[in-house]
């Protein structure tokens, strides 16, 4: 069974860093693209940051480029997401999701990020 | 960046009523996802490549559309069918969401 488990979030000041986890279990990590994606409270979906199974693609929303840093370690079947000079803008639940065939065919249960002094 | 404009933002269905969930892209896309959302729950993919069923969803979904307008069709509204659905594109980076359709029982 696939699993997509995150973790890392919480409270953190405007200016911050925070850095998430995402831990994949039940597929061969290695061969897939990933992703995060984020949801502001009663929003909608925001795609943030995509990685590819080796790592030699990443691409990055504008509103998190140059402060978020996309990452993976396959040997650890880990994806990670560096946020730095965090903003109140920035709060919102992070999922990361697996890049399929059929689209984002597999999503974590999602982690809170509140960005509040 | 391409941007999609779903319509209606909100619907309100009957059991048994036909409903048609539209998403028109700001330029022309190759294919179109759909995801299905309810309260508390992470998104499930709904369509892919415009007009295949994910697993498990119900044949009384359809997808159709090409180039700039795009739809998600229930044949027959059912209680469960209730969520939040969002179109999504990848035919250009950066991938991109419409804003949602929340389709309400009435």
């Known amino acids: 069974e696939v699993q997509l488990v995150e973790s890392g979030g919480g409270l953190v000041q405007p200016g911050r860093s925070l850095k998430l986890s995402c831990l994949a279990s039940?597929?061969?990590?290695?061969?897939?693209?990933m992703n995060w994606i984020r949801q502001a409270p009663g929003k909608g979906l925001e795609w943030v940051a995509s990685?590819?199974?080796?790592?030699?693609?990443?691409y990055y929303a504008d509103t998190v480029k140059g402060r978020f840093t996309i990452s993976r370690d396959n040997a650890k079947n880990t994806l990670y997401l560096q946020m730095t000079s965090l903003r109140s803008e920035d709060t919102a639940l992070y999922y990361c999701a697996r890049q399929g065939v059929v689209g984002f065919d597999y999503w974590g249960q999602g982690v809170m990020v509140t960005v509040s002094s | 960046e391409i941007v999609l404009t779903q319509s209606p933002t909100t619907i309100a269905a009957s059991p048994g009523e036909k409903v048609t969930i539209t998403c028109r892209a700001s330029s022309s896309v190759s294919y179109m996802y759909w995801y299905q959302q309810k309260p508390g729950a992470s998104p499930k993919p709904w369509i892919y490549d415009t007009s295949k069923l994910a697993s498990g969803v119900p044949n009384r979904f359809s997808g159709s559309g090409s180039g700039t307008s795009y739809s998600l069709t229930i044949n027959t509204m059912e209680t469960e069918d209730a969520a939040t659905y969002y179109c999504?594109?990848?035919?250009?980076?950066?991938?991109?969401f419409g804003g949602g359709t929340k389709l309400e029982l009435k």
């Open positions: 990685i590819s199974s080796s790592s030699s693609y990443i």
């Open positions: 999504q594109q990848w035919s250009s980076t950066p991938p991109t």
């Open positions: 039940g597929f061969t990590f290695s061969n897939y693209g």
